[in-house]
């Protein structure tokens, strides 16, 4: 019997064990020694190439593929960062258009978390039967972000959902209420996430230690359950990073007189010229300024 190196994806972590998803089904695995030296700390959506261990119902992580993207949480301090999950394709930020209505600076929010590690993120209107969707679609159009339309109760804008989250790796997030469940749901029966992201406040200073969780689709793909997305990473943007993480505002970045404008009150700022002149909207330089004095003022400790 032939026995070589399996590939596999690895979906949640339990301590020293992992369990990974393999076209043979799902596996336990450890880290061996040589693989626990040389390689970083494995996290969920790594991609692993197994090997059984002698005599054992457990199997050996041999190899960590190269990741595509890495989802990283600060740690502390200034202890530096902690790996949450490798090669995530993309973050769906979910709004509805009423009931709850969209917080703009919330939503905004989420997108520089996942513009800040590197991962293509869209928008899912949800509710479009409650509200008109176009001012809404509109902002984040103009933004620079692909806009998803959707209605769980009539299914309008449902395939095409379902379509870009199917055969890839994705975070669906967004404020409670949204709907994020309700749109799950209607991908896959059953499907949940444990955690939406709760209000800032809610969880500031809190303990947050439950670990993400990939979930196979049944059409194909993965999605990502990471309770508390709202807080991860955003600590480790550099102030001077932070208009790089609004993508309609990077081709203005350098033209500032100062090199070190902040775009809050310099004179001769491109990026609120471009404010004025209508190339970017108000209402996002204002998401811009409010994440700026977060990161510019102490950062609180929550873990
Ligand atoms: N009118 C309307 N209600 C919706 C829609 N999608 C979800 N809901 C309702 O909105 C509420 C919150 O939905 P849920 O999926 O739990 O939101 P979550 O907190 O983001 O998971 C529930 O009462 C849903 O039935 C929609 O497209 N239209
Ligand atoms: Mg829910
Ligand atoms: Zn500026």
Redesign the pocket.
Known sequence: MVSGPVRGVVLERDGAVYRVATDAGERRAVLRGKTKRDTPKVVVGDEVSLEPEAGGELYGITAVGERRTLLERRVPEGRGTRPVAANIDEVFVVTSTADPPPILQLLDRLLVVAEANGIPAAVVVNKIDLADPDPLTDRFRRAGYTVFRTCTRTGEGMPEFIAALTGHTAVVTGPSGAGKSSLLNAVQPGLSLRVGAVSEKLRRGKHTTVGAVMIPLERGGFLVDTPGFSEVGLWGIEPRELASCFPEMRRFIGE?RYPD???VS?PK????AAVAAGDVAADRLDSYRVLLTELESEPEEWE
């Open positions: 500032c404008c902040r775009h310099e700022c491109a990026i609120q």
